[in-house]
């Protein structure tokens, strides 16, 4: 193998308790990487049905790597005889069981969140980090109700991930995000952008005169 990724992802799989999950940062290409035999292992996974979970997540989370990463989530069992913790009961029964998730993973795509706090690096917000665990503990029926959510989530099926070959790539099952309905006129947003669009090249061909005359004094003609 060229790198230890499914090593990892087998050893800890392995080592997982009875009704056990874990959480995995690994590089994007884990999701898809068919070198070294790696798209067998991560078949053999997922027919083996200990993926639970996949979250995508934006490039520059880290100090010492700006590239993107993903979270691989691995659970032992996945019948539903887990049970709920006690801070997510909220007043429900003791020993509630989790959802039965079997032949079914979760789909995140987290690319498009977090704000830039430097040149080089980005942070999740507190609220985009309660987003995608909330939608994860709904979806494994911890609390609240799941839902697929086009762009951000999906549930989906054992046959759905087949067909795209075992790849567990966040986008190929999330969709596009809805966009919200635009009630304006076509004509009428056309002549608004238009406008808009001949301020700003008025706007640029002065900012070009500006310049030509700033290098012209430093000797520097155009």
């Given amino acids: 193998m060229g790198n230890a990724n499914y090593a990892w992802l087998q050893h800890i799989a392995h080592h997982l308790a009875p009704h056990g999950v874990a959480g995995v940062v690994l590089a994007n290409g884990s999701m898809s990487s068919q070198q070294s035999g ?26 010492s790597t700006q590239i ?57 917000t507190d609220e985009e980090i309660q987003k995608i665990a909330d939608t994860y503990h709904a979806w494994r029926g911890e609390a ?42 076509f004509d009428e947003k056309m002549r608004r952008l238009t406008a808009q669009l001949g301020e700003q090249m008025t706007r640029g061909a002065e900012l070009d005169v500006v310049i030509r005359d700033k290098l012209k004094g430093l000797g520097y003609e155009i």
């Fill in 144 to 185: 609240g109700e799941y839902a697929d959510v086009p762009g951000f989530c999906k549930a989906a099926t054992l046959d759905e991930i087949r067909k795209h070959g075992h790849v567990l790539t966040p986008g190929r099952y999330v969709g596009a995000e809805v966009l919200e309905e635009d009630d304006e006129a």
């Fill in 68 to 124: 993107p990463a993903c979270l691989w989530f691995l659970a032992r069992n996945r019948v539903g005889a887990g049970l709920v913790p006690a801070r997510a009961l909220q007043g429900q029964p003791q020993g509630l069981p989790l959802r039965d998730r079997r032949n079914e993973i979760l789909f995140i795509d987290a690319r498009k969140m977090g704000v830039l706090v430097d040149r080089t690096r980005r942070e999740l």
């Fill in 38 to 63: 790696e798209g067998d292992i991560r078949k053999a996974m997922i027919e083996a049905d200990v993926v639970d979970c996949m979250v995508a997540l934006p490039g520059q989370l880290f100090y």
